[in-house]
């Protein structure tokens, strides 16, 4: 005889079969090549094939619920069509939560790109800033053009200069990091803690809400060494605010302008990303200027660099 907690594993097992075969359906009736739904230990997972292009969408079940993630290059085309069309079509996990009055948001940008630094914004947001913004399009960064984004960008640091905190990590800084830390979610953790201090010692705003990354504790650890006294929501989706989809923007224009300068400086059209194309580009730096100057321009834990020392 199955136990409740039996039942209720198997019931949000079910959803997020349910929930899964939604999306191969949705993908399919657009003409997208999707395979069968195959089940592993924690979640199920179907790919995505388009061209050389491969995306793999998961749906996790566990005792709080199913949680729905899409994985792939985040500066893809394809990747910013289907999430796009993923979460316009089905409303999944979403949650019922007021964005608080009075919060500092923050999100980061460049943990998908082998070429680049490490950004992670801060925005002190409250009622007065939303009115001061509603001229403007605030939304996620990743369903903004690179023009929208510069634009939007350049109205918040003139209108908001003093809500803005930004820890801008470049390569080679990075690289010495994740040497000493051995893991990207810790870099983070830490930049996103010390770009919010920033902000609380000025504004004292005491809820934070920051998208999600890891795990909850680990975040509430780092803050709690600089904060004394916080309410945190950790919760995917989380430019669905509009203090985190400014920080989203603001984070995402400095990689842009980073590739735009080091492009120039170059005379090479470095990409975002990790494609290809981005190893072939990395190995004419690395053919024209040297290993060092390359290794300050990228992500050396990246499989693209064994590709290229190859």
């Known amino acids: 005889m199955q136990s409740s907690f039996q039942k209720h594993t198997s019931k949000i097992e079910q959803n997020a079969l349910e929930e899964i075969t939604k999306v191969r359906n949705l993908l399919q009736k657009d003409g997208y090549i999707v395979d069968e739904p195959t089940k592993k230990q924690y979640n199920y997972e179907i790919n995505i ?6 995306l793999k ?31 316009s079509k089905l409303n999944f996990h979403s949650e019922e939560i007021t964005e608080p009055e009075s919060y500092i948001g923050s999100d980061e940008s ?14 002190a947001f409250d009622s007065g800033v939303r009115e001061n913004l509603s ?7 990743k369903e903004l053009s690179d023009d929208e984004i510069r634009k939007i960008s350049l109205s918040i640091k003139k209108r908001f200069p003093d809500r803005i905190s ?11 990091l994740y040497e000493s ?18 902000l609380q010692k000025k504004f004292g705003y005491t809820e934070l809400v920051i998208d999600k990354f890891c795990s909850e504790d680990l975040i509430r650890t780092e803050l709690t060494k600089k904060i004394n006294n916080f309410n945190l929501l950790l919760t995917e989706k989380a430019e669905r605010f509009k203090g ?17 300068t080091k492009s120039r400086q170059l005379k090479v059209d470095i990409p ?15 053919n024209k200027f040297g290993s060092d100057f390359l290794s300050e321009l990228i992500k050396l834990h990246f499989k693209n660099y064994g590709n290229i020392k190859e």
Do not use: C, T
Not at 59 to 80: C, R
Not at 167 to 175: A, F, G, L, S
Not at 183 to 195: E, G, Q, V
């Open 49 to 54: 094939n388009v061209g050389k292009d491969k």
């Open 57 to 87: 969408f998961l749906v996790y079940f566990g005792k709080k619920g199913i949680k729905s993630v899409l994985q792939g290059n985040i500066n893809s085309v394809l990747y910013k069509k289907l999430d796009s069309l993923i979460n």
């Open 110 to 123: 460049g943990k998908g790109d082998f070429f680049g630094p490490l950004v992670v914004a801060a925005f």
């Open 135 to 141: 001229d403007l399009n605030i939304k996620d960064s």
């Open 166 to 176: 930004v820890i801008e990590i470049q390569p080679k800084r990075y690289n010495e």
């Open 181 to 198: 830390f051995k893991n990207l979610n810790s870099i983070l953790i830490w930049a996103h803690a010390k770009a919010i201090e920033e």
């Open 244 to 260: 985190v989809a400014v920080a989203s923007i603001i984070a995402r224009e400095r990689i842009l302008n980073w590739f735009e």
């Open 272 to 286: 975002l990303g990790a494609s290809e194309n981005v190893n072939n580009v990395a190995s004419h730096i690395k």
